[in-house]
């Protein structure tokens, strides 16, 4: 009788092995799909979360930008009222067409006017302050750059940003903002931003103001909010590729070296080419 015993408890045991399996594999299915349907819903979570607060970031920097844009704005638009730029322009004018910027009645002038253009370049933080002729010959610059005695319609910066702008402003009679470009007068990223002096409803002159990179560069290296590894990049559409406007993170040559050509299947840099055609 023993061994019958033995064999019947030892079946019974491995039922019950058997049992304990299927109920074991029975209640962790569910667990398992249960992880796996927290896990992939966490990871979305987190994914939105990232994308929300980089949107945020660059919501928050370009807003930045559109009122330091604005604000230069102004300040030019209220400096070509000044009486002070109104007297300028009509004398510096009249003295490079009396004797050119070397001529003793030139440098008069320039030491009667310099102290204060100086003044308002340094308090206001701009890298040089431009008077032109409403011809589109420099008559003052701060800075004595070789952009002074040049033409902005027919010299050798006709193309520059600062050009371009200088044309809008006497072409519209208002203030004009230019975007970020090279400038070969300071081998440097330049901006401007011009306004047409008048006096008497006529154009006497067109006052120029050059924004220093400066204030741009510290916006975009704030990494606040973006890790160890996050870009704040801003570009800019020339002809058929976008242009790194400022340095990156990891890059501190990128600005105006770094391109991306905007008809490619690469994934990589998509974003800037998608941005500065002007799809979100």
Known sequence: MFPVAAFRMLKAGTIAARLTRWFLLIGLIPLALALCVADRTFTRAMKREIENNLVAIAGNKANYIRAYALERE????????????????????????NGGTDSARYAAVDREFRPFLTYYKERSGYADVLLFSPAGDAVFSVTRRDDLKANAVRGAYRDSELAKVFVRATTLLGTEIS?????????????????PVLQQG??????????????????????MGLGQTGELILGVKVHDHAVFVTPVRHDPQAAFR?????VS????????????QGRR
Do not use: N, W
């Open 74 to 97: 102004r300040d030019v638009t209220k400096l070509a009222q000044d009486p002070t730029i109104v007297a300028a322009a009509r004398r510096l004018v009249e003295a490079c067409a």
């Open 179 to 195: 975007r970020f470009d090279y400038y070969p007068a300071t081998a440097q990223p330049a901006a401007f931003v011009a306004a």
């Open 202 to 223: 006529d154009v006497v002159g067109v006052v120029a103001l050059q924004m220093s990179s400066r204030e741009l560069y510290e916006l975009v290296q704030d990494y």
């Open 258 to 262: 770094r391109r991306l050509p905007l």
């Open 265 to 276: 299947r690469e994934l990589h840099g998509r974003p800037l080419r998608e941005a500065v």
